[in-house]
């Protein structure tokens, strides 16, 4: 791709002659005079909205994350939220928060200068805070959405931009759609309407958030808790915790929320504690990675922790590292965390007298049906949505309308939780005060959550998956991954490792009531599935596999065969 296209010459000389564009942008752009092929990248389309709103690496261009593309983004949301509620009675208002990475305070203020001068009323949090109070902070304020500026776990160089609904949750995809259209009638930077700061608060338009809101985050999640006395009362005493923020948002709230139930021995990782732009500690700030753990298990080693956690950088996904039977540290996976989980707080609740009789578990079409088979034991129902929190969120507001089912927990397999009504995204703030509480309970029964797991295992089947994704960056990237979904699409395999395809599910269809969505699901005659997907957030097609042993090393040979199978066609 030597040659600039027709399109990224024009938008580059237009982003040089404007005059709303600063000088340091313009000199950045013409530093790229000769370099066609980072100018090609950086032009060849506006960035896109994918999972939730904007996420792009940061630097000037019409497809980089930069104060324009925020401006531009807000400027057609304001347009949304005025058409949406501008016939009710006070002013409109935005919740803004942002995380810890490069250009997120200059990015929410942005955002929060053009719905000022859209004459919205935006609530900002003056530092970082995580995703799921933001969430809360929609709904507890009363505010018409929200806006979360953050890349969650990318690398370094990215940034994003995530849009929320009056309910609290990420735009689905009919609400996101007018908000893209709105988006792209904002023809030029003259067109997005902004306040200077001084006019935005002596105008009231600019009001900033603070403790008051912190404490109703910490004090609603608290109470999700189903057994504090437990904890208060027996455990707490010897009870010891390693947490990582991975240099993000999460350690005050969870550190908070932990020591409100009752937890005592709370051991933060000394080199993530503090927030860092660059993730220096570690390769990606992800808490799915073991290597994100590495130093959370030297400090679990040197005070005998009981349980290791570890939260991404905007604190709404969660990871837990416990020991197995053999001393060694296990990192559990996203599908086993939300299984101990899930059995836990319904066996919790069950024996308290207060599982309700409608009671129901969401999850993604991707995740565990281990999850699933605990809840339906118990007598929930369970749904399916697709990957993407803002699913959950949509149905667990469908139930508080309908009375239908009465929410118990949502999660997905990529390390998102939610219990409790208060919130309409996952909450690493509530999951970890959730596993460290079932962790705590466990030991007092003389077991670890890796015995827990085992027990279940034994008892509902051994239910086992993995992920693999594949990156392809970039214009070409794109290419490839939509040539790879076409090629399994358009010619479906009939059998996999000597195991018949019973069904293909194609969601680009709309199944089972579901909006249509790019990603193919292979059912096999014994049970196992695979799916495909491009990722909504990164440029990776990923791959999820699960099968079900009658024992772990059926199990584990049932899934590398499948693995083995399905991706050499993938990488072919």
Known sequence: MSE????????????????????????????????????????????????????????????????YTVGRATQGFAQYILDTHGQKEGKPSVVIA?????????F????????????????????????????????????SAGIVITASHNPPEYNGYKVYNQEGGQLVP??????????????????????SREEAEAQGLLVWLGEAEDQAFIDTVAAVSVNREAIASRLADDFKIVFTPLHGTGHEPVKRVLETIGFKHIYVVPEQQQPDADFSTVK??????????????????????????????????????V???????????GNQSGAIMIHYLMSQLKDAGKLPNNGAVIKTIVTSEMGAAIAEHYGAAVLNTLTGFKYIGEK??????????????????????????????????????????AAAYYKGQGKTLYDVLQELYEQFGYFLE????????????????????????????????????????????GLDGLPKENVLKYLLEDGSWFCLRPSGTEPKIKVYFAVRGASASDAQEKIQTLVEHVMARVDA
């Open 396 to 437: 667990m507001t469908q139930f508080e309308q309908s009375g239908s089912h009465t929410f118990l927990f949502g999660y997905e397999e990529s390390y998102g939780y939610l219990a409790g009504n208060y919130a309409r995204d996952k909450d690493a703030v509530l999951a970890s005060m959730l596993i460290c509480e």
């Open 466 to 509: 993995r992920l693999e994704s594949r990156t392809l960056k970039g214009k070409d990237g794109v290419a490839q991954i939509a040539a790879k979904m076409s090629d399994w699409r358009n010619d479906p395999p009939q059998e996999i490792g000597g195991i018949r395809v019973e069904q293909v599910l194609d969601y680009a269809n």
């Open 284 to 321: 990606s700030p992800n808490p799915e990675e073991r290597e994100a753990f590495t130093l959370a298990m030297k400090l679990g080693e040197e005070v005998g922790a009981d349980i290791l956690i570890g939260t991404d950088p905007d604190a709404d996904r969660m990871g837990a590292v």
């Open 98 to 106: 942002h995380d810890s990475r490069h250009f997120s305070p200059e």
């Open 174 to 195: 009919h609400e996101a759609e007018k908000v893209i259209a709105l988006i792209q009638q904002v023809d030029s930077f003259a067109a997005v309407k902004k306040l």
């Open 4 to 67: 600039m296209s027709q399109r990224t010459k024009d938008t580059v000389q237009r982003w040089l002659n404007d005059p709303y564009v600063d000088e340091e942008t313009k000199r950045e752009l013409r530093a790229l005079e000769n370099d066609t092929r980072e100018l090609e990248e950086r032009f060849y389309r506006d960035l896109e909205f994918g999972t939730g709103g904007l996420r792009g690496v940061i630097g000037a261009g019409s497809n980089r994350m930069n104060k």
């Open 323 to 333: 020991k197995n039977r053999q001393g060694e540290y296990v990192v559990l996976t």
């Open 108 to 143: 929410a203020l942005e955002a929060a200068l053009v719905l000022a001068g859209n004459g919205i009323v935006a609530k900002l949090y003056p530092s970082l805070r995580s995703t799921p109070q933001l969430s809360f902070s929609v709904r507890h304020l009363g505010a």
